[in-house]
């Protein structure tokens, strides 16, 4: 198992930028595909950015392509999301995942199905 810190939610104004943070322990970082998610009430966990174990690829949801970025450092086991034109309806509470077999798979992964550990969620309010 996994064990995830995030970090770095908050409330930010329109066309601000935020920076979360997900710390790793307890698995080989290298070895793990690394995800950010988020989810609003009533609505189904949707991923934002998901990066591979090699760090060699990356997806991105049609809403935040060109705008959030997804980045590994693996001597430092942390995985972070820098948001910029962040929008209301970035509105969201963010979650940090890891894909404990990532290194087995040849797509990257971006289900919630593919992630077997989560952090607790960070909020992250934009207001307009």
């Known amino acids: 198992q996994v064990r995830l810190v995030e970090s770095g939610g908050g409330l930010v104004q329109a066309g601000g930028s935020l920076r979360l943070s997900c710390a790793a322990s307890?698995?080989?970082?290298?070895?793990?595909?690394m995800g950010w998610f988020r989810q609003t009430p009533g609505k189904e966990r949707e991923a934002v950015a998901t990066?591979?174990?090699?760090?060699?690829?990356?997806y991105y949801s049609d809403s935040v392509k060109g705008r959030f970025t997804i980045s590994r450092d693996n001597d430092r086991r942390t995985v972070t999301l820098q948001m910029d034109s962040l929008k209301p309806e970035d509105t969201a509470v963010y979650y940090c995942?890891?894909?404990?077999?990532?290194?087995?798979?040849?797509?990257?992964?971006?289900?919630?199905?593919?992630?077997?550990?989560w952090g607790q969620g960070t909020q992250v309010t934009v207001s307009s």
């Open positions: 995942a890891a894909d404990d077999i990532g290194y087995l798979r040849t797509y990257v992964p971006k289900s919630p199905a593919d992630f077997g550990s």
């Open positions: 307890g698995r080989t970082f290298t070895l793990l595909s």
């Open positions: 990066v591979t174990w090699s760090g060699d690829r990356t």
